[in-house]
């Protein structure tokens, strides 16, 4: 007998996954059903996703679901933030699905800024100025190629453009389209003054959906290709926002969903567009049930991901995890420098900036990588202090989620820094809180409390506290 399952597609900037995810004896179940690389393509003298291959894969991940034994009842897509396509009349793609770390939104803040003042952007949208938010990229295209905005008939970010791939129908989903900096923070809808000053075509905007919503079947040729069929439903199409739902207790508590990116923040269940979370850019994303997420992106784990490959993977992450934990070098780089963004030698990179503050200069591997890590922590504390100051009350615990979590160095090393009590695991937060959301819609849970009871009963979590030094 087959095994019902709901699938989550979970794909990130270096990797996407399949995970059938069912109930069983009170516990939530994974298992992994494919996995594949991901990685950036040079398009007409852009850095862009491979839509195509991505699609691919999710098809070739439901194949194998069914060749192992499951029977999909609905599918979620999440995906990172920010990266939009857009289709003609004809439903064909105008543009490449160009990468946040193109440099094409270079300068594109401030020519925004010209056409309307910072302070009045944050204030209506709560979401935190980076140079590649889609507001940006979008200016950039108005200025490259402003005819394809003009007969662009829908603007598609990343998973939704996927969910009309297998659907043929087109929505925008909350999470993600928060992301844009086009959305209303209040009213949770677009922008429509924000996107007309602007001069963007605000006819191309489909209508928010928010997650639990049912996109529909399979198309019918899917259906036929594949030899299934199943609701594609909405999660917190945005990763993050997926991860948070998985986030086991989040009363006093801080998150750390720790990736290619990190990002730090509380859940609320409304934004705070204030003037000093302005002055710290801190972002208010939206979040599954309407919440929010007041969180600040941090540089994350990509770092050590180019330092790794910058070694030609002489080394994984397990073995620069060891050799920092070993070593006492000292120095500190600002990750949210542009500079480590995309430059063409992240260690040369960091060489540099040690230099230019005087600082010791990272030499072998281990120096190298016990910088990457010493910065990150100290960059995390920084972001909890200025939340502490918002909120006007100290948060004892620090729950860190995804593939982050598995760094045991890395999660001491913040226990020690920040003096909380860290509460780490979860590797696959992003795909775990997908599925939740997909059974919140199909009635196998009644709610993200629910949910969270569930997943502190189905997964094992490791606690660190600082390690005091004596003598």
């Given at each position: 007998m087959q095994q019902q399952c709901n699938l989550a597609v979970d794909i990130g900037a270096s990797s996407g996954r399949v995970i059938a995810g069912y109930l069983r004896n009170g516990k939530l179940q994974l298992e992994e059903v494919h996995r594949f690389d991901n990685k950036l393509i040079e398009l007409n003298n852009y850095f862009c996703w491979d839509m195509d291959r991505i699609y691919h894969e999710i098809l070739t991940g439901i194949k194998s679901a069914v060749d192992k034994g499951y029977q999909p009842i609905s599918l979620g897509i999440d995906t990172w933030a920010v990266d939009f396509v857009l289709l003609d009349e004809n439903d064909k793609r105008l543009t490449d699905a160009v990468s946040y770390r193109d440099p094409r939104t270079d300068g594109m803040m401030e020519e925004v800024f010209s056409q309307i003042s910072k302070e009045r952007l944050y204030?209506?949208?709560?979401?935190?100025?980076?140079?590649?938010?889609?507001?940006?990229?979008?200016?950039?295209?108005?200025?490259?190629?402003?005819?394809?905005?003009?007969?662009?008939?829908?603007?598609?970010?990343?998973?939704?453009?996927?969910?009309?791939?297998?659907?043929?129908?087109?929505?925008?989903?909350?999470?993600?389209?928060?992301?844009?900096?086009?959305?209303?923070?209040?009213?949770?809808?677009?922008?429509?003054?924000?996107?007309?000053?602007?001069?963007?075509?605000?006819?191309?905007?489909?209508?928010?959906?928010?997650?639990?919503?049912?996109?529909?079947?399979?198309?019918?040729?899917?259906?036929?290709?594949l030899g299934v069929d199943f609701n594609i439903i909405l999660p917190a199409t945005h990763d993050t926002g997926s991860a948070v739902v998985a986030v086991p207790e989040l009363e006093d508590t801080l998150y750390i969903s720790s990736g290619t990116w990190s990002l730090i923040g509380v859940e609320n269940h409304f934004p705070i567009c204030i003037t000093k979370a302005l002055d710290y850019n801190f972002t208010n994303e939206g979040g599954a049930d309407y919440r929010f997420r007041f969180l600040k992106n941090i540089m994350g784990l990509w770092m050590i991901q180019e330092v790794k490959r910058n070694f030609n993977d002489e080394y994984d992450f397990a073995d620069f995890a060891a050799m920092a934990k070993e070593e006492s070098f000292s120095s500190i780089v600002d990750v949210d420098d542009n500079r480590f963004l995309k430059p063409e030698n992240m260690i040369k990179e960091i060489k540099a900036y040690c230099e230019e503050?005087?600082?010791?200069?990272?030499?072998?591997?281990?120096?190298?990588?016990?910088?990457?890590?010493?910065?990150?922590?100290?960059?995390?504390?920084?972001?909890?202090?200025?939340?502490?100051?918002?909120?006007?009350?100290?948060?004892?615990?620090?729950?860190i989620i995804g593939g982050g979590s598995k760094n045991e160095m890395l999660n001491q090393l913040i226990a020690d820094t920040t003096g909380k009590i860290v509460i780490a695991g979860l590797s696959e937060a992003t795909a775990i809180g997908n599925l939740i959301v997909q059974m919140m819609a199909t009635d196998q849970i009644d709610d993200i409390e629910q949910a969270r009871q569930l997943i502190r009963a189905s997964f094992d979590l490791n606690t660190y506290t600082k390690v005091t030094m004596e003598g």
């Amino acid at each position: 007998m087959q095994q019902q399952c709901n699938l989550a597609v979970d794909i990130g900037a270096s990797s996407g996954r399949v995970i059938a995810g069912y109930l069983r004896n009170g516990k939530l179940q994974l298992e992994e059903v494919h996995r594949f690389d991901n990685k950036l393509i040079e398009l007409n003298n852009y850095f862009c996703w491979d839509m195509d291959r991505i699609y691919h894969e999710i098809l070739t991940g439901i194949k194998s679901a069914v060749d192992k034994g499951y029977q999909p009842i609905s599918l979620g897509i999440d995906t990172w933030a920010v990266d939009f396509v857009l289709l003609d009349e004809n439903d064909k793609r105008l543009t490449d699905a160009v990468s946040y770390r193109d440099p094409r939104t270079d300068g594109m803040m401030e020519e925004v800024f010209s056409q309307i003042s910072k302070e009045r952007l944050y204030l209506e949208t709560g979401i935190q100025f980076q140079k590649f938010n889609t507001i940006y990229q979008l200016q950039a295209l108005k200025n490259s190629n402003p005819e394809l905005i003009e007969k662009s008939t829908s603007f598609l970010m990343i998973p939704d453009y996927l969910n009309f791939l297998l659907t043929g129908k087109k929505v925008n989903e909350y999470t993600n389209a928060t992301t844009t900096q086009l959305v209303n923070a209040f009213t949770k809808k677009w922008d429509i003054d924000l996107i007309e000053k602007l001069g963007f075509n605000s006819n191309m905007f489909m209508d928010i959906q928010p997650p639990e919503s049912v996109i529909g079947n399979l198309r019918p040729e899917l259906q036929e290709e594949l030899g299934v069929d199943f609701n594609i439903i909405l999660p917190a199409t945005h990763d993050t926002g997926s991860a948070v739902v998985a986030v086991p207790e989040l009363e006093d508590t801080l998150y750390i969903s720790s990736g290619t990116w990190s990002l730090i923040g509380v859940e609320n269940h409304f934004p705070i567009c204030i003037t000093k979370a302005l002055d710290y850019n801190f972002t208010n994303e939206g979040g599954a049930d309407y919440r929010f997420r007041f969180l600040k992106n941090i540089m994350g784990l990509w770092m050590i991901q180019e330092v790794k490959r910058n070694f030609n993977d002489e080394y994984d992450f397990a073995d620069f995890a060891a050799m920092a934990k070993e070593e006492s070098f000292s120095s500190i780089v600002d990750v949210d420098d542009n500079r480590f963004l995309k430059p063409e030698n992240m260690i040369k990179e960091i060489k540099a900036y040690c230099e230019e503050s005087n600082q010791a200069i990272p030499q072998s591997p281990s120096e190298v990588a016990k910088c990457v890590f010493n910065s990150l922590a100290v960059s995390y504390q920084q972001a909890i202090s200025q939340i502490e100051e918002i909120y006007e009350i100290e948060f004892p615990t620090i729950h860190i989620i995804g593939g982050g979590s598995k760094n045991e160095m890395l999660n001491q090393l913040i226990a020690d820094t920040t003096g909380k009590i860290v509460i780490a695991g979860l590797s696959e937060a992003t795909a775990i809180g997908n599925l939740i959301v997909q059974m919140m819609a199909t009635d196998q849970i009644d709610d993200i409390e629910q949910a969270r009871q569930l997943i502190r009963a189905s997964f094992d979590l490791n606690t660190y506290t600082k390690v005091t030094m004596e003598g």
